[in-house]
T-cell receptor
Framework: GQNIDQPTEMTATEGAIVQINCTYQ??????LFWYQQHAGEAPTFLSY????GLEEKGRFSSFLSRSKGYSYLLLKELQMKDSASYLC??????????FGQGTTLQVKP | DVKVTQSSRYLVKRTGEKVFLECVQD?????MFWYRQDPGLGLRLIYF???????EKGDIPEGYSVSREKKERFSLILESASTNQTSMYLC???????????FGNGTRLTVT
């Protein structure tokens, strides 16, 4: 089976850096996705990690350690518009994409 | 840009009704998915399809069925709607296992 764990809520200050963690257990692993979802909207793709290491994309970076079953999403120079839910999702060898419960991030001025 | 279109944004149905939720994608994607999203439970996979007429159960298929007669269309069917099926339903598609999902805007279904 698969199990994904993320913190439920986080709060951070505008301009700061925040790290959202995701730990997982799975029997078959292809890669790990991160999505952003604003309230009332559909999730949108942020990043995809297959190999260990850090992938940087502008203000957002994502890290993966396959041996530890661990990933994080790093958001730098936080803006108010970054207030959203961040979803970690496992892509397994069955074709399924399974999501964690999501982390709701609130950015305060 | 990939477009995934769900037929209704809001839907209100009565207990016991048969409900059809339709989803169409325009990028010739092989894989299509139906999720429901509930507060505190996140996105849960109901069914997915990797080809026309092919379907696989997700984590919560009970009370649902699906149909994929054409590559671009994936329908979710509630045979007899119940109040615990009140939820936000999200359809998504992707081309292969390493590609990101593209989501529709969702259908908020209320069963009374």
């Amino acid at each position: 089976g698969q199990n994904i764990d993320q913190p439920t809520e986080m709060t951070a200050t505008e301009g700061a850096i925040v790290q959202i963690n995701c730990t997982y257990q799975t029997s078959g692993f292809n890669g790990l996705f991160w999505y952003q979802q604003h309230a009332g909207e559909a999730p949108t793709f942020l990043s995809y990690n297959v190999l260990d290491g850090l992938e940087e994309k502008g203000r957002f970076s994502s890290f993966l350690s396959r041996s530890k079953g661990y990933s994080y999403l790093l958001l730098k120079e936080l803006q108010m518009k970054d207030s959203a839910s961040y979803l970690c999702a496992l892509s397994g060898n069955t074709g399924k994409l399974i999501f964690g419960q999501g982390t709701t991030l609130q950015v305060k001025p | 840009d990939v477009k995934v279109t769900q037929s209704s944004r809001y839907l209100v149905k009565r207990t016991g009704e048969k409900v059809f939720l339709e989803c169409v994608q325009d990028m010739d994607h092989e894989n299509m998915f139906w999720y429901r999203q509930d507060p505190g439970l996140g996105l849960r996979l109901i069914y997915f399809s990797y080809d026309v007429k092919m379907k696989e159960k997700g984590d919560i298929p009970e009370g649902y069925s699906v149909s994929r007669e054409k590559k671009e269309r994936f329908s979710l069917i509630l045979e007899s709607a119940s109040t615990n099926q009140t939820s936000m339903y999200l359809c998504a598609s992707r081309s292969d296992g390493d590609s990101p999902l593209h989501f529709g805007n969702g259908t908020r279904l209320t069963v009374t």
